[in-house]
C-alpha cells in the first residue's frame, strides 16, 4: 500500500489543496483558534510546482491572499541541487512561512549514509536559510524502514547529525513519524526505542504523518497519541505534518474536502498541539472551489 501511495506524493494538486485552506480560513466558527496566533500553523504542502500545470504565479497568488499567513512545506527532489530552488524559495517566501523538506523519506535511501545525508542539508542551509523558518529533518515519515530501507541506527543517526547542525546554525527543526491504526506499536513503540533523549530533546515540532485511506478509515485516539509523542518529545511543539485522500477513484472531491476540513479544523487535544502542514491529492480548479467556499462560509 505504501507504493501506491508514493506515487501521489509526486501528483499533488495545489491548487485544491490551496482551496480547501481558503475554505477552513474562511468566516466560520469551527475554525480551531484556540492556540495563539503566533503558534498556529494553518500548513500545506508543495513539490516542485514547474513538474506540474500550475505556475508558480498562480501559486503565489492563491497564497497572497490567505487570511492568515500560511507554512507552506516544500518537498524537494533529490535530484534537483539546492540552489536551484532559490528562485522558487525565495518568490513563496513573499507570502507564507517555509518549512524545507531536502529529502523526501522514500528517497533517503539513495543517501548511504551520514555523511552524503548531512551534505544534502548542508548545501540546502547555503542556499536556502533566508528563506527557511523549519528544516524537516527526516523527510516526512522517518520510522518507515519498510520503504526506507535501510537500518533505523542508520536513519537515527543521519537525523541527528542533521538536526544537531541545524541547531548550531540557531535553526528550528521538526522531525515527522508515519502514524498507523496502531499507532502505539508502530510508532509510539519506534520512537521510543531508537530516538535518543539528545535528539529528542532539540526537536521544535514533532509532527505525525497520518493516512487514513492506507489505515481502513481508522480515527486515531489523538488525544492519546499527542500525549505520548508530548511525554517523548517534552520541548516540541505537536502537530499534523501529513494527511491526505489517497485512494482514487473512491474518493470523491467532496470527501476529500471533508478530511482536509477536518484536519485543518483539529481539535487541540495537547497544550503543545499548533496545527498542521497537510498534503492532499486532490485535483479540481480552484474557481469551483471558491463557490464552494461562498455557499459553506456564509
Known amino acids: 500500500m505504501y507504493s501506491t501511495r508514493s506515487i501521489f506524493h509526486k501528483t499533488v494538486s495545489f491548487v485544491l489543496v490551496l482551496a ?14 484556540s492556540t495563539p496566533e503566533a503558534e498556529q ?50 518568490s513563496v517566501a ?9 529529502v523526501d523519506s522514500y528517497v533517503m535511501n539513495s543517501y548511504k549514509d ?14 536556502l536559510a533566508p528563506y527557511v523558518s523549519i528544516w524537516e ?9 519498510e520503504w526506507i530501507k535501510q537500518s533505523p541506527e542508520l536513519i537515527v543517526d543521519k537525523v541527528s547529525s542533521v538536526a544537531k547542525f541545524l541547531k548550531s546554525k540557531g535553526e528550528k527543526i521538526a522531525l515527522t513519524l508515519y502514524c498507523t491504526d496502531s499507532p502505539h506499536q508502530d510508532m509510539i513503540t ?41 511525554d517523548i518529545f517534552p520541548v516540541s511543539f505537536l502537530g499534523i505534518g501529513e494527511c491526505g485522500n489517497t485512494a482514487p477513484p473512491d ?19 495537547h497544550e503543545r498541539f499548533v496545527g498542521g502542514i497537510l498534503l492532499v491529492e486532490l485535483g479540481n480548479r480552484l474557481h469551483s472551489l471558491q463557490r464552494q467556499c461562498c455557499l459553506r462560509c456564509h
Open 114 to 127: 551520514t555523511e552524503s545525508y548531512l551534505k544534502r542539508f548542508t548545501d540546502s542551509y547555503e542556499s
Open 20 to 33: 480547501v485552506l481558503i475554505i477552513s480560513l474562511c468566516q466560520c466558527d469551527s475554525v480551531n483558534r
Open 137 to 145: 529533518v527526516g523527510g516526512n515519515e522517518i520510522n518507515g524502514t
Open 41 to 90: 500553523i494553518f500548513g500545506l504542502t508543495i513539490d516542485d510546482v514547474w513538474y506540474d500545470d500550475i505556475a508558480l504565479e498562480d501559486v503565489l497568488d492563491g497564497l497572497k491572499n490567505l487570511e492568515v499567513r500560511p507554512m507552506v512545506r516544500i518537498v524537494m527532489s533529490s535530484e534537483i541541487e539546492p540552489v536551484d530552488y532559490i528562485n522558487l524559495f525565495k
Open 251 to 269: 474518493a470523491t472531491q467532496e470527501s476529500k474536502i471533508e478530511m482536509a476540513q477536518r484536519y485543518y479544523q483539529m481539535p487541540k487535544t
Open 190 to 230: 519506534w520512537a521510543e526505542k531508537y530516538i535518543p533523549e539528545e535528539l529528542a530533546n532539540i526537536v521544535d515540532y514533532c509532527l505525525v504523518s497520518y493516512y487514513e485511506d492506507d489505515n481502513n478509515g481508522c480515527l486515531p485516539d489523538w488525544e492519546s497519541v499527542f500525549k505520548e509523542l508530548g
Open 94 to 102: 513573499q507570502y507564507a512561512d517555509i518549512m524545507a523538506s531536502p
